[in-house]
Nanobody, 118 residues
Framework: QVQLVESGGGLVQAGGSLRLSCAASGRTFSNYDMAWFRQAPGTQREFVARITGGHTEYYADSVKGRFTVSRDNAKSTVYLQMNSLKPDDTAVYYC????????????WGQGTQVTVSS
């Protein structure tokens, strides 16, 4: 069983930066495929970024070039560095993990609110 706890959300002005963290429990964190999703009010949850166990990164087109996902396996933590934030980035951000890349994301955090003011 893996538990995920996000932190680092908050209120920031447009153009600013935030770094989200996702701390994971479990001894096999380094093998997990990890991702960030977000959900704005009245919308469906959407993919933001992903980092594999081998540190390959994937991004949604809407955040490419502005967001960077990374992981520190020694700390069992995944990060999402968000730069040049826009009001459209306002959402609850969720961390997710899965053991196998062929399965759905099994583990989810509680979410952290990011609000970008114009």
């Amino acid at each position: 069983q893996v538990q995920l706890v996000e932190s680092g959300g908050g209120l920031v002005q447009a153009g600013g930066s935030l770094r989200l963290s996702c701390a994971a429990s479990g001894r096999t964190f380094s093998n997990y495929d990890m991702a960030w999703f977000r959900q704005a009010p009245g919308t469906q949850r959407e993919f933001v970024a992903r980092i594999t166990g081998g540190h390959t990164e994937y991004y949604a087109d809407s955040v490419k070039g502005r967001f960077t996902v990374s992981r520190d396996n020694a700390k069992s933590t995944v990060y999402l560095q968000m730069n040049s934030l826009k009001p459209d980035d306002t959402a609850v951000y969720y961390c997710a993990g899965r053991r196998h890349t062929t399965s759905a994301y099994t583990y989810w955090g509680q979410g952290t609110q990011v609000t970008v003011s114009s």
